[in-house]
Each structure stands twice: as structure tokens, then as C-alpha cells.
């Protein structure tokens, strides 16, 4: 019995070691989520170092852990972050961590001094880090400049910016990059040189003066050229500005960020006309190992080289499996709290993007192209479409950019037209709030909306045209809204509009002919504003209006004469000779009396000859 009972264990860890290598299989993608403590269980029970899932468990959680480490790098903990990042395997991870730092770098702009510090002191101890996130600058760079892409180009421009003033790189590939931009000048391209030049400029006036004034010199024969916008024009002479102060506010390296002396540091010598540069994808994607143990013992005699204690060298996994569970721990203790923030910050957070955004934007192709890429949470959908409207009527005057912009989102998609459609309703429910400026702006942006058919005009039934029902700003902002919609459209064509039968439940409530008065006022309403001519069917409804509502109340009389007829009719035969009687005193009453009302209307007019003799 004991032997049978040992065997069935075995049986059932055996099972349950091929479901967990099934799980494993399932992770190749980077899709399955695993929770922590079934990761824990699955690197307790792999044990062999040179299998394959052993080392993509490893890759996973090296990867993991480099991302992690990245994203939380900032100002103050920067040199915290460098020595974990050393305790990670970024021998065979170099291609994990460029392309991390590069994707960081392209999201938080701001945050590029950081990110090139961190490079350049990994780069005194690892060259071949830094050389490869310098190659795949480069070819980035190439690439957004060949396709105009001008996002990428910024974001490339601004890190070698900074690796140069880190002397990770050499000056030569910032002149040749400044050359390049500058040699045909477009708009888009100076606005790029002069970003550029103001991160890198105070650098390159101290190591090749020459160079610097060539470069100087070039921008003011584009300037004195004028074919460019003047927008970037006025850019040029805010650079020669900077340039004048001594790029007081554009110093190449923070005092926090010189964290590497000037002689430690390797500076690679890349150009930009370089045919020979490989980015080495394939270091971004997991590779089995033969030789995975020894590369291993390598790194981690490296790392306790660089970190100066070989205690923290870990003889099973060289510090991943570490950071794995100690990730994994993090995960779960998160797991264990619900954390809500009922504070709002989020939305004021997303509120705040989107109108630095939409500040910041030349034209409304642009602005809905970075909006598209604001990556807004599912369901606050809404706060764009109302931070639009609230830009919008912020304005001076009017500006045909909102409105566009409006158009684009509510044809982009389904979801924004119903988000705008909401916004809408919300607005003439609140318009009473606003200024009068205020809300011409935003009709004149809804009337933009509808008269390009961006919007349903089933949206117009929320309006009840009644002297109840409206106030004095909901009648302004109609008015305004209508003749907007009737200047671009025409009269015609929007009396058409209002006359579909298909859309005669929506306009119900424009055109009432649920009461005259309602009607009268409506018609007086549409005349005062200019647009009478839309209100021709409701005064072919007033003229017969009162004389079918008697006629319905004349109809209603008869039918109840006629009921109380026939229930008189269902009594008894002797009550036959009594109405008889009675109809025939009443016969005799009424000869006296039309006889007497005869003789009174005859001395009247008697009495009337004498008094004109």
C-alpha cells in the first residue's frame, strides 16, 4: 500500500509539473498573466538552468524589472536606481534596456536630462550600452526626418541633444544632424533645428566656436530669407535671444545630473552618413543560451567589479530570479489593497493635458492627431468633448478651429458622436450659466457641428420653444445657433431640413402646435430674428386652429346629447304622454313669447323714429 500511494504522488507531480510547463508555453506570447505565487511555484520547481523555460522565465522577469526601474527614475532617486539597474543582468539585457529608455524618453520629453545622465553613467561601465542607444537614435532619427515624421524627430533631436552635452556621443553628430535640417529649410525642419540647438547650442559654442557661429549664421540668412512662417521666424530670433544670455536657461548639464567626470566618461564616434550601424534587433526578442550558466558567473564577477561587494553576486540566478520575486511580492501585497482615488486627480490630470494640448497646436489636424494620442481612459470620453466646448468659449471671438476639430472627432467615430450629442444636451441645460460671449461661441461651434451633418438634428427635440419653457439665454443661444446653421446652409435648404417628416418628432418641440398661444409665440419668436419664413405652416395651423378645436368641442357635445337622447329613449311608454304634454306647453310658451319679443322690437323702433323727428 505504501508503494502505491508513493507512486500516485508522483503521478500527481508529475501532472502537475507538465500543466505548469504548459502555462509556461502560453507566456512565449507575452499575453498570459501569471499571479505571483504561481510564478513563485514555477521558479521553485524549475530548477534546471540550462532548459529552455527556465531561461524564459529569467528573460520575462529581467525584462520586468528593467522596465520597472526605468519607469520610476527621477531627480532625487537617480542614483538610487543605478545600482539596481547594475544588479541586473544588462549584459544580455542591452537590448531590452534601450529599447525601454528610448520608449520612456519619446512619453515624458521633459524627463530626457534624466534619462541621458542615467545613460551616460552606465555607458562608463558598459561602452556597448550606450553605443547601441546611440545607433538606434541615429536611425530613428533617419527614419522620422525621411518620413516627416516630426514627433519622433523632436523626441530623437532632444536625447542625442543631451547625450552630447553627457559626451556620450561626439559633437560631430549634432552639427551633422543641424546641417542636415537646416540645408532646405521647411517650416517643420527649422522648428526642429531650433529646439535642437538650444538644448545642444551652449555645448557646441564651447568645444568648436566655428562651428557654432556657421551655424548661427545659417539661421539668419533663413531668417532674412522670410520663407518660412512667421511663427518660426519669430523662434529664430527668440534662439538669438537665448543665444545673446548665454543659454542661462539652457544649461547643457545640471549641477543633480554631472554624475560622471568628464575623463571617465567613453564618448562614441558615430556619424549620421554611417552605413555600416546595426541596431541588433534581435536582442530585443528572448534567445536561448547554451551557454547560460557561464555567461551567468561572467556578469555577476562584472557586477560585484562595478558595485564593489561581490556579496550581492547571487550564486543560483545572478540577481534576476531576485528582482523577479521581489517584484512578484510587490505585486501581491498590491494585490491585497483596493486603493481608490475619489479625489478627482485623474480627471484634472486628463483636463490638464488636453488643454496644453490643444494650446500648444498649430492647426486642428495636428491638435487631433496629438488628442488621438493622449491615450484618454474608456468612458471619460466626455471630458475631452466638454474641454473642447469650455477652450472654445474661453475664445475672444469665435475660431473656426474648435469647430473643425469638433467635425473631425465626430466623424472619426461613433463614440465621440455620441459624447458630443451628450455634451450638447448638457450645455443647453446649463446655458443659462454662461456669458453672453460665452455662449455665442458655443452655438456658433454647434452650429459649425450640425450644418456639416458631424451631428443627428435628432439632437434639437431636448428644445421646447415655449415662453415657459425657455429662458433668456436658451433663446439667445437658439437664435444664434439657428442663423449660424442658416448663413452657411441657406434659408431654403434649412427649411427643407426643418420640413423633413422624417425628423418631425425632432422639431416638434421648435414648432409647437400643441396650444395657440405656444404657437403664437413661437411664430413671433422665428420673425423677430429674421427667419419668418420658417414658421409658414404654423400660421396656416393658427388660422384653422381655433376653428378645429371648437369643432371638437361641438363634436364632443353632440356625442354626449346623443348618449343622454337615447338613455331618455330606453324609459317606459307612459312617460311618452307626459313628455308629449310637456312639449306641447313648452310649444305654447315659446309662440307667447317670440310674439311679446316682437312687440318690444316694434315700440322700440317706434320710440326710435320720434326721437330722430
Not at 205 to 218: L, S, T
Not at 414 to 442: G, K, P, S
Not at 448 to 477: G, K, M, N, V, Y
Request: some cysteine.
Amino acid at each position: 500500500m505504501a508503494e502505491i500511494d508513493v507512486s500516485v504522488k508522483r503521478r500527481k507531480l508529475d501532472d502537475a509539473s507538465q500543466q505548469q510547463m504548459e502555462t509556461l508555453k502560453l507566456t512565449r506570447g507575452g499575453g498570459a498573466y501569471i499571479p505571483p505565487h504561481r510564478l513563485r511555484q514555477l521558479q521553485q520547481n524549475l530548477t534546471d538552468k540550462s532548459s529552455n523555460d527556465y531561461q524564459r522565465m529569467t528573460w520575462e522577469a529581467l525584462k520586468k524589472s528593467i522596465n520597472g526601474l526605468i519607469n520610476k527614475v527621477n531627480m532625487a532617486n537617480i542614483k538610487m536606481i543605478v545600482p539596481e539597474l547594475f544588479g541586473e543582468n544588462l549584459v544580455r539585457g542591452r537590448g531590452l534596456f534601450c529599447k525601454s529608455i528610448m520608449k520612456a524618453q519619446s512619453a515624458s520629453i521633459p524627463f530626457t536630462p534624466i534619462y541621458a545622465s542615467l545613460v551616460s553613467v552606465i555607458n562608463t561601465k558598459l561602452p556597448s550600452i550606450g553605443g547601441l542607444l546611440v545607433t538606434r537614435l541615429v536611425i530613428q532619427f533617419r527614419r522620422a526626418f525621411r518620413r516627416n515624421d516630426k514627433i519622433a524627430c523632436l523626441a530623437a533631436c532632444r536625447f542625442i541633444a543631451h547625450l552630447t552635452n553627457q559626451l556620450v556621443v561626439q559633437e560631430i553628430l549634432a552639427m551633422q544632424m543641424l546641417f542636415l535640417m537646416l540645408e532646405r529649410p521647411t517650416d517643420d525642419s527649422v522648428e526642429i533645428a531650433v529646439g535642437f540647438m538650444r538644448e545642444v547650442g551652449a555645448h557646441l559654442a564651447a568645444v568648436n566656436p566655428k562651428v557654432d557661429n556657421g551655424i548661427f549664421e545659417r539661421f539668419r540668412s533663413i531668417l532674412h530669407e522670410g520663407d518660412i512662417d512667421k511663427r518660426v521666424q519669430y523662434m529664430i530670433e527668440v534662439l538669438f535671444q537665448v543665444r545673446k544670455d548665454k543659454y542661462k536657461d539652457n544649461q547643457p548639464i545640471v549641477t543633480d545630473l554631472d554624475l560622471v567626470e568628464e575623463d571617465d566618461q567613453i564618448t562614441h564616434q558615430i556619424a549620421l552618413d554611417d552605413e555600416d550601424l546595426d541596431v541588433e534587433d534581435e536582442l530585443n526578442l528572448f534567445k536561448f543560451d547554451p551557454n547560460y550558466e557561464e555567461n551567468e558567473e561572467k556578469y555577476a564577477s562584472i557586477k560585484s567589479e562595478i558595485l564593489g561587494d561581490g556579496s550581492d553576486a547571487d550564486s543560483e540566478s545572478g540577481g534576476s530570479d531576485s528582482g523577479s520575486e521581489d517584484e512578484s511580492d510587490s505585486e501581491e501585497e498590491e494585490e491585497g489593497m483596493d486603493i481608490r482615488d475619489e479625489t478627482g486627480a485623474d480627471v484634472v490630470e486628463l483636463r490638464r493635458r488636453i488643454y496644453l494640448t490643444v494650446m500648444s497646436s498649430v492647426d486642428f489636424e495636428e491638435c487631433c492627431h496629438k488628442l488621438m494620442k493622449l491615450t484618454i481612459p474608456e468612458g471619460q470620453e466626455i471630458e475631452l468633448c466638454n474641454m473642447i466646448i469650455e477652450c472654445c468659449s474661453q475664445e475672444r471671438t469665435y475660431l473656426k478651429f474648435y469647430g473643425l476639430m469638433a467635425e473631425r472627432f465626430c466623424k472619426m467615430s461613433r463614440v465621440w458622436m455620441d459624447n458630443f450629442a451628450q455634451a450638447f444636451t448638457d450645455t443647453y441645460e446649463t446655458v443659462h450659466r454662461y456669458e453672453t460671449n460665452r455662449l455665442r461661441n458655443i452655438a456658433k461651434l454647434f452650429g459649425h457641428i450640425f450644418f456639416t451633418d458631424s451631428l443627428p438634428w435628432t439632437c434639437f427635440s431636448i428644445i421646447q420653444l415655449t415662453e415657459d419653457d425657455t429662458t433668456s439665454a436658451s433663446r439667445i443661444f437658439i437664435k444664434i445657433l439657428i442663423q449660424e446653421i442658416s448663413e452657411f446652409m441657406g434659408l431654403k435648404k434649412l427649411k427643407l431640413r426643418l420640413e423633413d417628416p422624417d425628423f418631425a418628432e425632432s422639431f416638434a418641440g421648435m414648432f409647437p402646435r400643441d396650444n395657440p398661444k405656444n404657437t403664437r409665440f413661437a411664430i413671433n419668436y422665428w420673425t423677430s430674428i429674421g427667419l419668418g419664413a420658417l414658421t409658414e405652416d404654423l400660421r396656416d395651423w393658427l388660422r384653422t386652429a381655433p376653428q378645429q378645436i371648437m369643432k371638437g368641442q361641438a363634436d364632443d357635445s353632440d356625442s354626449d346629447s346623443s348618449s343622454g337622447s337615447s338613455s331618455s329613449g330606453s324609459s317606459g311608454s307612459s312617460g311618452s304622454s307626459d313628455s308629449g304634454s310637456s312639449s306641447s306647453g313648452s310649444d305654447s310658451r315659446s309662440d307667447s313669447d317670440s310674439d311679446s319679443d316682437s312687440d318690444d322690437s316694434r315700440d322700440y323702433r317706434r320710440r326710435d323714429r320720434r326721437g330722430r323727428r
